[in-house]
């Protein structure tokens, strides 16, 4: 049974940093795909970060290039998002999320796309 947990959200002031966990578990990560979404009350999710753990890059929304960070531990079957120079509109629900079907190279960049999904967790960033 796929399975994603993330942890590490809190609250932060602007210009800080955090780094985000999922732990995943019913597969493995180099099986599939493998996204960072984020949601905002009344927005849809959206796709922060989103990549093949095998691959040599991935893709980042234009609003969080060159702060975010996604990575992995292969070996513990953990996905990683740090994020830097945090600013309060980065404030979200972070979920981590996996198709859960393979999808070859291609990295699904739209949320409908993700069959298993974590619980989330809570980034909030002051002014």
């Known amino acids: 049974q796929v399975q994603l947990v993330e942890s590490g959200g809190g609250l932060v002031q602007a210009g800080g940093s955090l780094t985000l966990s999922c732990a995943a578990s019913?597969?493995?990560?180099?099986?599939?795909?493998i996204g960072w979404f984020r949601q905002v009350p009344g927005k849809e999710r959206e796709g922060v970060t989103i990549?093949?753990?095998?691959?040599?890059?991935?893709y980042y929304a234009d609003s969080v290039k060159d702060r975010f960070t996604f990575s992995s531990d292969d070996a513990a079957n953990v996905v990683y998002l740090r994020m830097h120079t945090l600013k309060p509109e980065d404030t979200a629900v972070y979920y981590c999320?996996?198709?859960?079907?393979?999808?070859?190279?291609?990295?699904?960049?739209?949320?409908?796309?993700?069959?298993?999904w974590g619980q989330g967790t809570q980034v909030t960033v002051s002014s």
């Open positions: 999320a996996t198709p859960g079907y393979l999808t070859g190279n291609y990295c699904p960049r739209t949320a409908r796309a993700y069959d298993h």
């Open positions: 990549a093949r753990t095998t691959a040599d890059s991935a």
């Open positions: 019913g597969f493995t990560l180099e099986q599939y795909a």
